[in-house]
């Protein structure tokens, strides 16, 4: 079956320690994989997307980074956590037809 | 950029009413989507409709598009306590990105 793994699912990390998250799927190849961000009570802001391995696309400038070191791993990570990385995390896979995006469980991420 | 605005932000409703929310969306589509989140989880898709289409059901949901008027309106019917929840919409383009708008908190008060 398909599935969308991510973790951990919460984190509480100082200002300035690095940050790494993880999302895997399973099921299919060479997904479409995708790294959005939710402030408190708002919308998703789309950080990062990927068609392939290595290949990775930046929505806005920003403290964070990703990787796609395999097909179906696609990983956030930052150098040095800002207060304003706080926020909660998804990521998400589009399966195509009529079934849209399937999301992760998301990590909250709290910087302190 | 915000692709997707919804309206209203928020919404209270008694257990049995009809729940309507709308979208707004600024350029042209090929697909608009509706999710719906819980508290503190990820999203769970709810119904894709395709530029071409202007009605979409799937149990006591219903979808309207309008392109003309760039909107979309998404209608569940008879509600329930567990319908409590915010609800997205997405926007594609033709690319490989979906933009969600801002979201409406709906409650469901039984």
């Known amino acids: 079956s398909q599935t969308i793994h991510q973790w951990p699912a919460t984190l509480v990390q100082p200002v300035g320690s690095p940050l790494s998250l993880e999302c895997t799927v399973e099921?299919?190849?060479?997904?479409?994989l995708y790294w959005y961000r939710q402030a408190a009570g708002r919308g998703l802001q789309l950080l990062f997307y990927?068609?392939?391995?290595?290949?990775i696309s930046s929505e806005v400038p920003q403290n964070l980074s990703a990787s796609r070191p395999q097909d179906r791993q696609f990983i956030l990570s930052s150098k040095k956590l800002l207060l304003s990385d706080s926020g909660f995390y998804l990521c998400?896979?589009?399966?195509?037809?009529?079934?849209?995006?399937?999301f992760g469980s998301g990590t909250r991420l709290t910087v302190v | 950029s915000q692709q997707g605005e919804e309206d209203p932000q928020a919404l209270s409703i008694q257990e049995g009413e009809n729940a309507t929310m709308n979208c707004s969306y600024k350029t042209s589509i090929n697909n608009l989507q509706w999710y719906r989140q819980n508290s503190g989880r990820g999203l769970v898709h709810l119904i894709l409709?395709?530029?071409?289409?202007r009605e979409k059901h799937s149990g006591r949901l219903r979808v309207t598009l309008d392109t003309s008027k760039k909107s979309s309106s998404l209608l569940i019917t008879a509600s329930r306590a567990a319908d409590t929840a915010s609800y997205f919409c997405a926007t594609s383009s033709g690319t490989y990105k979906y933009i969600f708008g801002t979201g409406t908190r709906l409650k469901v008060l039984a």
């Open positions: 099921g299919t190849s060479n997904p479409n």
């Open positions: 998400a896979w589009p399966r195509g037809g009529n079934y849209g995006y399937t």
């Open positions: 990927s068609v392939g391995i290595g290949q």
């Open positions: 409709i395709r530029s071409n289409e």
